[in-house]
């Protein structure tokens, strides 16, 4: 059959205008409409924190920590991060960790304790021979202490991927809490299980996201180990034992050492800061002791301020027989690291290895010149 006319001809408009919208799926059936377009990644300099609070932001812990910043402490196992965390949590809840604060909502997710060993260690000490009820000190209503739930599984769409499991979770936490501060001790726990220092990584990354989530500032604090030391050194960066992309990743990172000078003593270094300056440096270290008090004691900015006074509060002053529920730091004044990291006994134990090193180098060289093999070499 010979096709002449032109393709105009061939055109059917009713059969080409019924088919319009058909899917491929079934006769007739309309398509779904496009989805919504989504918003582009990258945006203008100060258009991505449109709906945020535009107040200006207050530091919370002198220039360590401020508000809407993921701040890392870093310390060795038993050097007593938990102690200070559970402090400045106490101290922001009832707004006294600055003058300019006022109380703040606190969720504190404690991988390190159970809530028998919580308790316990906020009770007044057992006193040999006494039977008395121990007092336990009774924490701020905006201090929330959650644990997590081991029986519970991720969900499907989070795989593996452990890191992102646990920050959904948390910010669902802060979210029902309406908290503006959150404290994750141990950031270590989530490399358990197969995740590795990739699932701390991707917590990070979605902790980042979770501070800029929220229209009201949300500031988080989380805790991670040091690399065991044998050689008593100054802390550094490369001391962070999860990984050095979680360096990368805070906004600050700050640590806790053990001091040689008295085991009831520590000291704060800062190691890394986005908006402030590194004041409290190995130099300029703030020094705290550890005792049991009635109370949480007051650590203001002017107190992190060599030439500024301590602060002095009230229930500093305590009679005889006070119960002392709450072990806490109290912070003393400041010194050198040097005087924390030096260890005469270790520093001698060390020497004397050096020189048993040398006097073994010395011996196989003597060796090396007696022996019968050398003689020869020397006679040929």
């Not at 006319?5 to 059917?12: L, P």
């Not at 100060?46 to 207050?58: A, F, M, N, Q």
């Not at 530091?59 to 007593?80: H, M, S, Y």
């Not at 050198?336 to 270790?346: C, T």
């Amino acid at each position: 059959m010979d096709h002449d006319d032109t393709k105009e001809s061939y055109y059917d408009a009713g059969r080409y205008d019924t088919a319009a919208g058909w899917d491929g799926t079934s006769r007739g059936k309309k398509a779904d409409p496009p989805p919504p377009r989504k918003a582009p990644l990258f945006a203008l300099a100060g258009e991505e924190e449109v709906g945020l609070s535009t107040r200006p932001l207050k530091p919370l812990f002198g220039d360590l920590w401020g508000e809407r910043e993921i701040a890392v402490l870093a310390g060795e196992t038993g050097v007593g991060k938990s102690v200070l965390t559970v402090q400045l949590a106490e101290l922001l809840a009832r707004g006294r960790l600055s003058p300019t604060l006022s109380p703040k909502r606190v969720i504190y997710v404690d991988f390190e304790h159970t809530t028998s060993q919580f308790e316990d260690r906020y009770c007044s000490p057992r006193r040999p021979g006494h039977t008395a009820r121990r007092v336990r000190f009774q924490f701020s209503k905006k201090f929330q202490r959650v644990v997590p739930r081991f029986d519970q599984t991720p969900e499907k769409k989070f795989g593996r991927d452990v890191g992102r499991y646990f920050c959904n979770e948390l910010g669902r936490a802060i979210d029902e809490f309406d908290a503006h501060i959150a404290i994750v001790d141990n950031l270590s726990f989530l490399m358990m299980g197969g995740g590795g220092s990739r699932a701390a990584e991707q917590a990070m990354l979605a902790l980042r996201l979770i501070t800029r989530t929220f229209t009201y500032p949300v500031s988080i604090l989380v805790t991670a180990c040091l690399r065991d030391r044998r050689v008593p050194r100054p802390i550094e960066l490369r001391d962070l034992a999860c990984s050095s992309r979680i360096a990368e990743l805070a906004d600050s990172v700050f640590a806790l050492g053990r001091s040689t000078a008295g085991d009831d003593l520590r000291y704060l270094k800062h190691l890394k800061s986005r908006t402030a300056a590194l004041t409290l440096t190995g130099q300029n270290t703030p020094v705290l002791r550890l005792s049991r008090l009635a109370e949480p004691p007051s650590i203001t900015n002017a107190g992190f301020t060599p030439d500024g006074s301590l602060s002095t509060t009230r229930h500093l002053q305590l009679t005889a027989g006070s119960p002392l529920p709450f072990l806490g730091l109290t912070h003393i004044g400041f010194s050198d690291e040097s005087v924390h990291i030096y260890d005469p006994v270790k520093q001698a134990q060390l020497d004397d290895r050096e020189v048993r090193r040398k006097l073994r180098r010395s011996e196989n060289i003597v060796e090396i010149v007696m022996s019968p093999e050398y003689q020869r070499y020397l006679n040929r």
